[in-house]
């Protein structure tokens, strides 16, 4: 009796220390977004006197003069446009790809998966100046095509070994199964392999705007034409054209991370669900 006391009575103390560590990092999280949101319904002067606090004043044309000054009709425009096309343009090659590394045996299967592992290893940095003189010299600089074949390339290496580990736990038997039925390798990618690794691409996409959204260095090295900008590289435009207007700056912070956190708050089970599955499900 004593004994189950006991474990009562440690378990009630490691699920208090538990929740309150995780609520700990809830407010930690989401106190310093709520101060942005807060500053951009205040005014300059109010946020460089005191940037922490509530509106003394509550100004809401900060967000519709930050949009029009800031362009971000277009610039919305342009990062969509380059997410969708990227998302699709990754999802095939390394739903193929990573299927045919997982599932078929041939010579140079060892050699692509090193290469990925290697790929994955090296800072994106290290070859932006090769990669702008390349694209320069075919004349690719300062047009959407720069940005996508760049955010593409980025992008498979990484997703490409994610979706390899989690359709290596797709039992092999399925797809023979298929074959015996009269299925060749690309029906049982689309009939079989597909239906179970839904969660999974629906990660892959996921993880990919969020970086095609947020990205900066390529988007402002690559890009110069304003009506061609992404949505990251509007802050530019705050800092140094109109000088430094904090409410602004706040703001265009809101109107930046907004689309993320909403797209989270929307597909945050289905993209947990594809990042810990590693077995499939009945």
């Given at each position: 009796?004593?004994?189950?006391?006991?474990?009562?009575?440690?378990?009630?103390?490691?699920?208090?220390?538990?929740?309150?560590?995780?609520?700990?990092?809830?407010?930690?999280?989401?106190?310093?977004?709520?101060?942005?949101?807060?500053?951009?319904?205040?005014?300059?002067?109010?946020?460089?006197?005191?940037?922490?606090?509530?509106?003394?004043?509550?100004?809401?044309?900060?967000?519709?003069?930050?949009?029009?000054?800031?362009?971000?009709?277009?610039?919305?425009?342009?990062?969509?446009?380059?997410?969708?096309?990227?998302?699709?343009?990754?999802?095939?090659?390394v739903g193929l790809g990573a299927y045919a590394i997982s599932k078929l045996q041939f010579k140079l299967r060892g050699f692509?998966?090193?290469?990925?592992?290697?790929?994955?290893?090296?800072?994106?940095?290290?070859?932006?100046?090769?990669?702008?003189?390349?694209?320069?010299?075919?004349?690719?600089?300062?047009?959407?095509?720069?940005?996508?074949?760049?955010?593409?390339?980025?992008?498979?290496?990484?997703?490409?070994?994610?979706?390899?580990?989690?359709?290596?736990?797709?039992?092999?038997?399925?797809?023979?199964?298929?074959?015996?039925?009269?299925?060749?390798?690309?029906?049982?990618?689309?009939?079989?392999?597909?239906?179970?690794?839904?969660?999974?691409?629906?990660?892959?996409?996921?993880?990919?705007?969020?970086?095609?959204?947020?990205?900066?260095?390529?988007?402002?090295?690559?890009?110069?034409?304003?009506?061609?900008?992404?949505?990251?590289?509007?802050?530019?435009?705050?800092?140094?054209?109109?000088?430094?207007?904090?409410?602004?700056?706040?703001?265009?912070?809101?109107i930046t991370i907004l689309p993320v956190i909403v797209l989270y708050l929307i597909f945050s089970r289905r993209f947990i669900e594809?990042?810990?599955?590693?077995?499939?499900?009945?």
């Amino acid at each position: 009796m004593n004994r189950s006391v006991r474990r009562g009575v440690k378990y009630r103390i490691s699920s208090i220390i538990s929740y309150a560590y995780l609520i700990f990092m809830l407010l930690f999280a989401a106190i310093p977004l709520l101060q942005v949101f807060l500053n951009s319904f205040r005014s300059d002067r109010e946020v460089k006197t005191m940037p922490l606090g509530l509106p003394d004043e509550w100004v809401f044309n900060n967000w519709s003069e930050t949009w029009v000054v800031g362009g971000y009709a277009t610039a919305y425009f342009n990062s969509l446009l380059t997410a969708f096309v990227v998302i699709a343009i990754v999802l095939v090659v390394v739903g193929l790809g990573a299927y045919a590394i997982s599932k078929l045996q041939f010579k140079l299967r060892g050699f692509f998966t090193a290469y990925f592992f290697v790929a994955i290893s090296l800072p994106s940095f290290l070859y932006i100046v090769p990669d702008y003189f390349v694209m320069n010299k075919i004349g690719l600089v300062d047009t959407r095509w720069s940005l996508m074949i760049v955010y593409t390339a980025t992008q498979i290496p990484f997703n490409m070994l994610l979706l390899r580990t989690f359709l290596a736990g797709i039992p092999r038997e399925l797809e023979e199964a298929a074959k015996i039925d009269g299925c060749n390798e690309l029906n049982s990618l689309l009939k079989i392999t597909l239906p179970i690794a839904k969660p999974m691409f629906l990660t892959i996409a996921i993880l990919v705007f969020v970086h095609v959204w947020n990205e900066f260095l390529w988007s402002n090295t690559f890009i110069t034409s304003d009506e061609l900008k992404l949505v990251a590289t509007r802050f530019v435009k705050f800092t140094g054209e109109y000088g430094s207007n904090m409410a602004r700056i706040y703001t265009a912070s809101c109107i930046t991370i907004l689309p993320v956190i909403v797209l989270y708050l929307i597909f945050s089970r289905r993209f947990i669900e594809g990042m810990t599955s590693g077995s499939v499900k009945a």
